[in-house]
């Protein structure tokens, strides 16, 4: 089903990692050294990490101002997507997305059901395209973030991954800015 094809070369993306939390420093942010751990083994360039708290504008600009700077093609954030008072990451984000990706969420939350169980439902994982930049919500557990990494991300962000990939169709992703539409 799903296969590598060694023909075509390996083209590393530019990829930002915002942390969401109001406890944790880059000494302990285990979810955000797993993500750049993930990064680095897959061969793409980690481009800039932050820890923001968990406030919705924080949020929002500093993953639109890294959807408007170059070199960063792909934004993962980790942590807010769960259902307490604080976790507010989707509905900082979603806001920004120009395009929806179900899909990714759908997946995702099949990965964490064979681990997790029903406890996957307390997730609002979420992912979308804003500014020609792929953007993923994901929970603030290591474990969430090696399931997405794992199971969709490392396949998904390599120009190699058959039948079809993300990184084939980044070039694309602003083409209607470029005929002058407005989608």
């Known amino acids: 089903m799903n296969r590598l094809d060694e023909s075509r070369p390996f083209i590393p993306v530019g990829i930002a990692v915002l942390t969401v939390s109001d406890t944790r420093t880059l000494a302990d942010d285990r979810s955000g050294d797993t993500l750049v751990a993930r990064i680095a083994e897959a061969g793409h360039r ?5 820890i923001v708290p968990d406030d919705r504008e924080a949020i929002f600009e500093t993953v639109r101002n890294w959807t408007l700077a170059d070199g960063i093609d792909v934004v993962i954030t980790t942590g807010g997507t769960g259902f307490t008072g604080r976790d507010v990451t989707p509905e900082a984000l979603e806001p920004l997305f120009e395009k929806r990706m179900d899909g990714f ?13 029903t406890s996957t439902i307390q997730s609002r994982a979420t992912g979308g395209v804003a500014n020609a930049t792929f953007i993923f919500v994901l929970p603030g557990s290591p474990g969430a973030c090696k399931d997405a990494w794992d199971g969709i991300l490392k396949a998904q962000l390599d120009y190699r991954h058959m039948p079809c990939n993300f990184v084939e169709i980044m070039p694309r992703l602003d083409e209607h800015l470029r005929r002058g539409g407005k989608g």
């Open 46 to 50: 980690l481009v800039t990490r932050a």
């Open 105 to 117: 969420s759908e997946v995702f939350h099949r990965i964490s059901y064979d681990k997790i169980g």
